[in-house]
């Protein structure tokens, strides 16, 4: 009996021992595929007071907030993605990343080698809104300084879907009914379209982030494990840049691909650190400032969006400062315009002015800087601009980037309606319609414009 006993004691250390071994097994397979998400990045991460490797993102818990001493770190939802679309093989090709350029990139950027971009900056990304909803051919723009650069971004998606692809018509209805597949040439065009205006025409330069790491952490450079592993491509014709953004569309839209910060990164590349510091004057040396702990962007990197020079002012031409100095504004007009109305803004400051040059572009888009909201205006006449008869009575569309908006706002604007028509349209609607911040924008263009919100409540 007592051997019986014994036996089974014995039989049951062996079970205990196999699972044992089965639960070590199924770790190991999941070691194997977290290094391989990490592949580059093990040399120069920090390391905790156990000389154990911790990345970047270890350090926040999701929110740019430190996580309490002995609270575990969860896998983000990124590294189930095996392996990481938004990540590119380092034997693409591309020029690596050096620590002289890493630093002039985060110079340019922050005026100082150890700023990093907040966690709002690195989240943001171009995804658009379902292709089936109204809002089909929009981004989903967030919070924080990237929102004023995904909404330039969209003034050139409406260019291309409006008034440069071929084979379609430009009306309303065209935009709502996009595929997926069309919103991804849209994307492609756009981006592409922006960096070769930045290139002078001459070339674009696209980063991505590859496997490797090619800088470890100095004194005068904090790593964040991303600028690390760029890689630079050029592309000296316009039609191989779009294509190639467009085999690596992933790395721009993905979550988790700082597709914001890597269209930052190839549009300064492809302006190069030589046009910068000539575009720049002496108002700007820096392309961002320090904003509620993050970071916005300065005018200069709109600009570089919408005209291709990173010009830190929007009057026309150059003007003389109060010290005398230059001021660089707007040289030419541009295909996307610029609109800015500010409650604060002093209408006599000449110099804060948005000039001619993007009040009328090329074409009837409109990025919109209200109230420090950007937002987007256009219009699906393509004449607009051109003939002055189209101007009298004409529809705008509106949308504001907010998650609330379903839909675009539809504006009628009556340019030649007498003054007591535009007081009839204010008491209609009561007294509070005429301080619309929209309706401002728009007439910092055309001042005695009625503007009619179709049965929309007016934005305030």
């Given at each position: 009996m007592d051997m019986e006993v014994l036996g089974q004691e014995q039989s049951s250390e062996q079970l205990d021992l196999e699972e044992i071994s089965r639960k070590i097994s199924f770790l190991d397979k999941w070691r194997e595929i977290f290094s391989f998400h990490r592949l580059g990045t093990n040399n120069t991460t920090p390391q905790n007071h156990e000389g154990n490797h911790i990345s970047a993102d270890e350090n926040e818990d999701g929110t740019g907030i430190p996580q309490p001493k002995g609270q575990g770190h969860l896998p983000s939802s990124g590294l189930c993605s095996i392996p990481n679309p938004s990540i590119i093989s380092s034997k693409l090709g591309g020029l690596p990343i050096s620590l002289a350029m890493a630093m002039k990139l985060r110079q340019i950027l922050f005026g100082n080698t150890i700023h990093v971009f907040s966690y709002n900056w690195k989240k943001a990304c171009f995804r658009f809104h379902d292709p089936s909803s109204e809002l089909a051919f929009t981004l989903e723009v967030g919070k924080g300084g990237a929102r004023s650069i995904q909404m330039a971004?969209?003034?050139?998606?409406?260019?291309?879907?409006?008034?440069?692809?071929?084979?379609?018509?430009?009306?309303?209805?065209?935009?709502?009914?996009?595929?997926?597949?069309?919103?991804?040439?849209?994307?492609?065009?756009?981006?592409?379209?922006?960096?070769?205006?930045?290139?002078?025409?001459?070339?674009?330069?696209?980063?991505?982030?590859?496997?490797?790491?090619?800088?470890?952490?100095?004194?005068?450079?904090?790593?964040?494990?991303?600028?690390?592993?760029?890689?630079?491509?050029?592309?000296?014709?316009?039609?191989?840049?779009?294509?190639?953004?467009y085999d690596h569309l992933q790395c721009f839209r993905g979550e988790g691909s700082h597709g914001v910060i890597l269209f930052l990164y190839s549009l300064i590349f492809s302006r190069t650190f030589e046009r910068l510091q000539m575009d720049l004057d002496g108002t700007t040396t820096q392309l961002l400032q320090p904003n509620a702990g993050g970071f916005l962007c300065r005018q200069a990197v709109l600009n570089m969006i919408l005209t291709g020079r990173a010009s830190p002012s929007v009057f026309n031409g150059c003007e003389k400062g109060r010290s005398q100095e230059t001021l660089h504004g707007v040289l030419t007009r541009s295909d996307v315009g610029y609109l800015r109305w500010g409650k604060d803004a002093l209408e006599d400051d000449r110099l804060s002015q948005v000039g001619s040059m993007l009040k009328t572009p090329k074409l009837p888009i409109w990025l919109c800087n209200i109230n420090g909201n950007y937002s987007i205006l256009f219009c699906t006449n393509r004449q607009l601009l051109s003939d002055w008869k189209m101007e009298r009575l004409f529809d705008l569309y509106f949308y504001s980037?907010?998650?609330?908006?379903?839909?675009?706002?539809?504006?009628?604007?009556?340019?030649?309606?007498?003054?007591?028509?535009?007081?009839?349209?204010?008491?209609?609607?009561?007294?509070?319609?005429?301080?619309?911040?929209?309706?401002?924008?728009?007439?910092?263009?055309?001042?005695?414009?009625?503007i009619n919100w179709n049965g929309t409540i007016p934005f305030f």
């Open positions: 971004v969209q003034g050139s998606i409406i260019k291309y879907l409006l008034f440069t692809r071929k084979g379609k018509d430009c009306n309303f209805g065209s935009l709502c009914e996009i595929s997926k597949k069309e919103q991804e040439q849209a994307l492609a065009a756009a981006l592409a379209g922006i960096l070769w205006a930045a290139g002078a025409a001459q070339k674009a330069t696209i980063c991505l982030v590859s496997e490797d790491t090619y800088i470890a952490s100095t004194p005068d450079y904090s790593v964040d494990n991303f600028t690390e592993r760029l890689q630079l491509f050029e592309f000296l014709e316009k039609e191989a840049a779009e294509k190639f953004i980037g907010r998650s609330s908006q379903k839909k675009l706002v539809h504006l009628t604007i009556d340019t030649h309606s007498h003054h007591w028509e535009r007081d009839q349209q204010e008491e209609k609607h009561g007294p509070r319609r005429r301080f619309s911040p929209v309706e401002m924008a728009i007439r910092t263009k055309w001042s005695e414009a009625t």
